[in-house]
């Protein structure tokens, strides 16, 4: 079973710090995303990443950059959070190839204060 | 770009009736709409999926209908247990392969017992 491991459930941050988010995924999945979810918003796409440094921007990236350095991680930086940037992340990935069915992490739940 | 909506935003029924969940889209070169329910606490999770050539996709109590004419796709519950109560998205894909979707904002469904 694929598994997509968020390396923090809970997270408290103070505004102004840089915050790191690791995301890894142990099925060889070419496709990886991060997606923030509020409340009446859904899940909003912030970056996703095809390849191995290979980075592009959804929705929202605009606060957030991303690093994929190996093909089973990718990290989600907050170069200075925001209390805006108070909300659940969720991490997810897919095979690329054969399926499009994403497989998502716990999630982050990251406090800005 | 994509939009995506979903209606209703909260839905209560009583244990053993149907639900629906209607989503709409703008974007008519979307070609791949899944559906994935979030339980309380828990990560995403793929329920169903349909593709642009297909107009009904059933799985055991769930379907899944695409009115591509009008952009529009539902998803059914019928004999509604109280293990549906959840969130459930719909999603369409915003490139041609299907690898990248626009969420809608979610229903909150709850099964009265």
């Known amino acids: 079973d694929v598994k997509v491991t968020q390396s923090s459930r809970y997270l408290v941050k103070r505004t102004g710090e840089k915050v790191f988010l690791e995301c890894v995924q142990d099925m060889d999945h070419e496709n990886m995303f991060w997606y923030r979810q509020d409340p009446g918003l859904g899940l909003r796409l912030i970056y996703f990443s095809y390849d191995v440094k290979m980075k592009e921007k959804g929705d929202i990236p605009e606060g957030y950059s991303v690093s994929r350095e190996k093909k089973e991680r990718f990290s989600l930086i907050l170069e200075s959070a925001s209390t805006n940037q108070t909300s659940m992340y969720l991490c997810?990935?897919?095979?690329?190839?054969?399926?499009?069915?994403?497989?998502f992490g716990s999630g982050t739940q990251l406090s800005v204060l | 770009g994509e939009n995506v909506e979903q209606h209703p935003s909260t839905l209560s029924v009583q244990e053993g009736d149907s639900a629906v969940i209607k989503c709409t889209y703008s974007?008519?070169?979307?070609?791949?709409f899944p559906w994935y329910k979030q339980e309380l606490g828990k990560r995403p999770q793929l329920i169903i999926d349909i593709r642009s050539n297909v107009g009904e996709k059933k799985d055991q109590r769930i379907a899944v209908t695409l009115n591509k004419t009008a952009k529009h796709f539902s998803l059914h519950i019928t004999e509604t247990q109280p293990e549906d109560s959840a969130v459930y998205f719909c999603a369409a894909s915003i490139d041609n392969y299907g690898q990248n979707f626009v969420f809608g904002p979610g229903t909150r469904l709850s099964v009265l017992p």
């Open positions: 997810a990935s897919s095979d690329g190839s054969t399926n499009e069915k994403l497989f």
């Open positions: 974007d008519s070169a979307s070609n791949y």
